[in-house]
């Protein structure tokens, strides 16, 4: 049996979605897959059980990157094509059966449950999943120490509009940890922190990094590939980063996550699962987003109403009501 996979183009809706492909991966044991996606969010499905091909997507003027997609599948009769990007793929090669994402209709509808319906699971709908290679576990185990609790943070994003302040998440990482000398709020008062991002994004994370102590900080941020990011992930204690790819794989990876947001809406892209939080801006995405002379590619900050106080607060209560169960 071959199943081709037509995933999403970013590292966040890869995460959100691959819960699908988990779900494939264990009604069809013995399949083997081709997943085209994003390049972007390629690493991702690396270690994915049952890859026969990997298929990175660069966006190509004129939609030549769906041109491209088609020649390299197009020779092959597939059994299955899941498609949830509604591209044209599924109609113009050799499958017995096609699932294709529906439009979304409803704006509320969290994009794990929108995902699910490609399959009709939207009822009980796969829960994000990340695959990691025994390579990747033993070079995470390499970068993090095995003595001490990990606070993963992911202080930057795609766009500067969902970027709270350096000086907030430094603030922040200093109550939970103690560092400051106060202990009403250290939850982890012994832990490491590990600082997440994309190489482009070092200059953002720079005045993080800079405030944390040597001896306490660990720099993943562009030095590491996906799937070991993925590994150090699922050995941190606690997550706590602007809504991102990043805090999407945290969701994934089972620890307790919390995201920041502000222009953009939780209810459709919130860490999912039971172990995930979220808080957002006192201003509502309503008056963030949409205004006269909003643009995304421009917007400083739009997260200066989320309080210090209420990030901490809502990492201590997730500690306390998931995290303490973890160790």
Same mark, same amino acid.
């Given at each position: 049996?071959?199943?081709?996979?037509?995933?999403?183009?970013?590292?966040?809706?890869?995460?959100?979605?691959?819960?699908?492909?988990?779900?494939?991966?264990?009604?069809?044991?013995?399949?083997?897959?081709?997943?085209?996606?994003?390049?972007?969010?390629?690493?991702?499905?690396?270690?994915?059980?049952?890859?026969?091909?990997?298929?990175?997507?660069?966006?190509?003027?004129?939609?030549?990157?769906?041109?491209?997609?088609?020649?390299?599948?197009?020779?092959?009769?597939?059994?299955?094509?899941?498609?949830?990007?509604?591209?044209?793929?599924?109609?113009?090669?050799?499958?017995?059966?096609?699932?294709?994402?529906?439009?979304?209709?409803?704006?509320?509808?969290?994009?794990?449950?929108?995902?699910?319906?490609?399959?009709?699971?939207?009822?009980?709908?796969?829960?994000?999943?990340?695959?990691?290679?025994?390579?990747?576990?033993? =070079? $995470?185990? *390499?970068? /993090?120490? !095995?003595?001490?609790?990990?606070? &993963?943070? +992911? #202080?930057?994003?795609?766009?500067?509009?969902?970027?709270?302040?350096?000086?907030?998440?430094?603030?922040?990482?200093?109550?939970?940890?103690?560092?400051?000398?106060?202990?009403?709020?250290?939850?982890?008062?012994? =832990? $490491?922190? *590990?600082? /997440?991002? !994309?190489?482009?994004?070092?200059? &953002?994370? +720079? #005045?993080?990094?800079?405030?944390?102590?040597?001896?306490?900080?660990?720099?993943?941020?562009?030095?590491?590939?996906?799937?070991?990011?993925?590994?150090?992930?699922?050995?941190?204690?606690?997550?706590?980063?602007?809504?991102?790819?990043?805090?999407?794989? !945290?969701?994934?990876?089972?620890?307790?996550?919390?995201?920041?947001?502000?222009?953009?809406?939780?209810?459709?892209?919130?860490?999912?699962?039971?172990?995930?939080?979220?808080?957002?801006?006192?201003?509502?995405?309503?008056?963030?987003?949409?205004?006269?002379?909003?643009?995304?590619?421009?917007?400083?900050?739009?997260?200066?109403?989320?309080?210090?106080?209420?990030?901490?607060?809502?990492?201590?209560?997730?500690?306390?009501?998931?995290?303490?169960?973890?160790?």
């Amino acid at each position: 049996m071959r199943i081709l996979y037509v995933g999403p183009n970013r590292i966040g809706d890869a995460v959100l979605s691959s819960g699908l492909l988990n779900f494939l991966n264990r009604n069809y044991p013995d399949a083997r897959f081709t997943v085209a996606c994003g390049a972007s969010a390629a690493p991702l499905f690396e270690a994915f059980p049952g890859l026969e091909r990997l298929i990175p997507m660069q966006k190509q003027p004129r939609a030549g990157h769906w041109r491209s997609l088609w020649r390299q599948v197009a020779g092959h009769r597939w059994s299955l094509v899941v498609d949830v990007r509604r591209s044209i793929i599924p109609w113009t090669v050799m499958t017995s059966r096609r699932a294709v994402a529906p439009p979304s209709s409803q704006r509320d509808e969290h994009a794990v449950v929108a995902f699910s319906r490609t399959l009709g699971l939207s009822e009980n709908p796969p829960i994000p999943h990340l695959w990691v290679g025994d390579k990747h576990r033993a =070079a $995470a185990a *390499a970068l /993090l120490p !095995a003595d001490r609790p990990i606070i &993963a943070i +992911a #202080p930057t994003a795609n766009w500067p509009g969902k970027i709270w302040p350096a000086e907030r998440f430094v603030e922040t990482l200093q109550r939970l940890t103690g560092i400051d000398g106060s202990q009403a709020d250290a939850v982890l008062p012994d =832990a $490491a922190i *590990a600082v /997440l991002g !994309a190489e482009n994004e070092r200059d &953002a994370a +720079a #005045p993080v990094l800079d405030a944390i102590p040597a001896e306490r900080r660990i720099d993943l941020v562009g030095t590491q590939d996906l799937p070991t990011i993925s590994a150090c992930l699922l050995r941190s204690s606690l997550f706590v980063g602007n809504d991102s790819g990043l805090m999407h794989m !945290a969701a994934a990876a089972g620890i307790p996550t919390l995201g920041l947001f502000g222009p953009s809406r939780p209810e459709r892209y919130g860490p999912w699962g039971s172990r995930a939080a979220w808080v957002t801006t006192e201003k509502p995405y309503s008056e963030l987003v949409g205004g006269a002379g909003y643009d995304h590619r421009t917007t400083e900050t739009l997260m200066d109403s989320l309080s210090v106080d209420t990030v901490v607060g809502a990492a201590a209560r997730l500690w306390r009501r998931v995290g303490e169960d973890r160790e």
